[in-house]
């Protein structure tokens, strides 16, 4: 609906995917650890769009890989990405086998565009990954995460 008021589709044509290593509580049922980041919690994974509004999620342990849970997001999501034509990704995404299943999914016209930081030889932000990064700042900002993953563990 967000979209819409905006005068834009509901479903965006481009898609933006990224994951996020975070601490849990104690209390937590589930949790894991990410080698990469050390950490042990949870990893939030959305896929957003051009205004960073979230159309994928999902949360899971903290060791499970982001082209794993970048998959289990959009599977869920799928019935309402049928527009989809172009997903970008950072460098933790690169590996043909997750294009390809992303094609799977969405279609075989969608491009994956992969975003790699060590070729950019020199501090740059790279265009629109910046999106996501804000969505998950005002998700961070929100505190009531506890709540999102409760919801996805009983989907």
């Known amino acids: 609906m967000?979209?819409?008021?905006?005068?834009?589709?509901?479903c965006g044509t481009l898609l933006i995917v990224d994951a996020q290593s975070v601490k849990n509580t104690e209390t937590a049922k589930s949790k894991g650890y990410d080698a990469g980041k050390k950490i042990?919690?949870?990893?939030?994974?959305?896929?957003?769009?051009?205004?960073?509004f979230p159309h994928a999620v999902a949360v899971s342990?903290?060791?499970?890989?982001?082209?794993k849970d970048a998959l289990q997001a959009l599977r869920r999501g799928k019935a309402q990405l049928h527009?989809?034509?172009?997903?970008?990704?950072?460098?933790?995404?690169?590996?043909?086998p997750f294009a390809q299943e992303v094609r799977e999914l969405?279609?075989?016209?969608?491009?994956?565009?992969?975003a790699k930081r060590n070729e950019?030889?020199?501090f740059q932000v790279?265009?629109?990954r910046w999106i996501v990064e804000r969505s998950f700042a005002?998700?961070?900002?929100?505190?009531?995460?506890?709540?999102?993953?409760?919801?996805?563990?009983?989907?």
């Open 40 to 52: 042990s919690g949870i990893k939030r994974h959305i896929a957003v769009d051009t205004q960073g």
């Open 61 to 67: 342990t903290a060791e499970v890989t982001d082209r």
């Open 106 to 114: 969405l279609g075989e016209h969608v491009t994956v565009q992969i």
């Open 120 to 122: 950019l030889h020199a």
């Open 138 to 155: 005002w998700l961070e900002k929100s505190r009531n995460l506890a709540f999102l993953g409760i919801l996805l563990e009983r989907l």
């Open 126 to 128: 790279i265009p629109k």
């Open 2 to 10: 967000a979209r819409e008021k905006l005068g834009r589709n509901a």
């Open 83 to 96: 527009r989809v034509q172009s997903l970008l990704a950072d460098g933790g995404y690169v590996d043909a």
